[in-house]
């Protein structure tokens, strides 16, 4: 049967890829960088080894990254990640909790409203995380960010995990956030999620729980000693600087990169953005991504044993969906090496890892 690219059900982006052939005339890395994502389904009763052999026998040009820890137990190129527990009743796997509280994942309108307003402002005073942000890309707290990553499900234990079209995201932003995303760029803080010990800056609590949990199976509530995120960070606690808006270094089209835990502020070339104070500048980038993620730009999807999703970093925003950790969850999180078509890229049109002028 020959390879076919079909609409993945209930989503207005993505493909779902059937009846893979490796003579197809159809790249399938070319096909991810047009659609963002590709689904493939049916990839039951396969060994961890197996899967990673699959996957870079469909994307040649894509080698994974051999994680160092939490490898499946047969050692496949990959990370467990879920609700798994050892005999002992234990979380062993990379249990990270999606935030239950505040602003939701989706809305319709995308418009402003209180529960955004206030969840901002229980994050920017309490490092109180919410449900909404868990919308992202991939490690924008690097120097160089995750390129392409994939997840795969082995046990779905009810679960879900939202994906959001980043291109159409930025083409479909009103005038106003547009042109202020077109400017923007993000300092991101990566002790804003992990913490800093030398500087006293505990992790968050969804990062708090991540850690302890895979040690102990206990949660630990932290919180910063000097708590607000309105003040300027720390002269030695390092930041990186990414565009909030990007130009995908194979196809040219733009989109928005961006996350908002680890997001310090938004800023100009030349220090603040238009003069607009920080916590400001957060309630736009809070603003942009709400738009990002409005009504059929998001879609959750809900996972079957075998299904696979690859996807572009740069084209696609992604989150985790609460569920219920009494249900066994298990995925298998594949990364892939850094496209060095990035840096390269970044050469000719400096987007990423920016150095600013002292302000
Ligand atoms: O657990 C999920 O559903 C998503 C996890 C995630 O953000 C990732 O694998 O990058
Ligand atoms: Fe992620």
Redesign the pocket.
């Known amino acids: 049967m020959q390879t076919r690219l079909v609409p993945i059900e209930g989503a207005g982006f993505g493909r779902e890829v059937r009846h893979w052939d490796p003579t197809s005339e159809i790249e399938l890395r070319d096909a991810l960088h047009e659609h963002g994502v590709l689904l493939f389904r049916g990839l039951t009763e396969i060994s961890s080894v197996e899967l990673g052999q699959r996957v870079e026998a469909m994307f040649p040009s894509m080698p994974l990254v051999r994680p160092k820890r939490n490898l499946p137990p047969d050692g496949g190129p990959m990370n467990v ?1 879920g609700s798994t527990r050892n005999e002992a009743g234990e979380f062993n796997a990379d249990y ?1 909790p999606a935030a239950t509280v505040g602003a939701p994942l989706l809305s319709a309108d995308g418009q402003w409203d209180e529960d955004l307003e206030n969840s901002l402002m229980n994050w920017v005073r309490g490092k109180e995380e919410c449900t909404f942000m868990e919308w ?1 890309t ?1 490690a924008t707290f690097n120097p160089w960010p995750t390129s392409y ?1 994939a ?1 795969y499900c082995r046990q779905a234990g009810g ?1 879900h ?1 939202g994906y959001a079209c980043a291109r159409r995201g930025f083409q479909d932003l009103p005038d106003d956030l547009k042109a202020l995303a077109e400017q923007a760029i993000c300092r991101f803080r990566p002790s804003i999620i992990y913490g800093n010990r030398e500087l006293g800056i505990p992790a968050i609590g969804s990062r708090a729980v991540q850690l302890d949990a895979v040690k102990s199976g206990n949660y630990v509530d932290s919180s910063e000693e000097d708590g607000s995120l309105e003040k300027p960070p720390h002269p030695d606690d390092p930041v990186v600087h990414h565009r909030l808006v990007q130009t995908h270094p194979h196809t040219r089209e733009r989109s928005l990169r961006f996350s908002l835990k680890a997001l310090e502020t938004l800023v100009g070339r030349h220090g603040s953005l238009d003069g607009i104070a920080p916590t400001d500048a957060k309630r736009l980038a809070w603003q942009i991504m709400r738009q990002a993620t409005r009504g059929e730009r998001a879609y959750l999807h809900e996972w079957r044993e075998g299904d696979l999703i690859v996807w572009d970093e740069r084209l696609t925003q ?4 609460p569920y219920d950790a009494t249900n066994v969850r298990e ?1 298998w ?1 594949l990364v892939f090496e850094h496209d060095p078509a990035e840096q390269e890229f970044n050469e000719i049109e400096p987007q990423q890892n920016l150095t600013l002028a002292a302000n």
């Open positions: 990640l990270v992202h991939d990553a997840l679960s995990t992604h989150c985790r969906v995925m999180r």
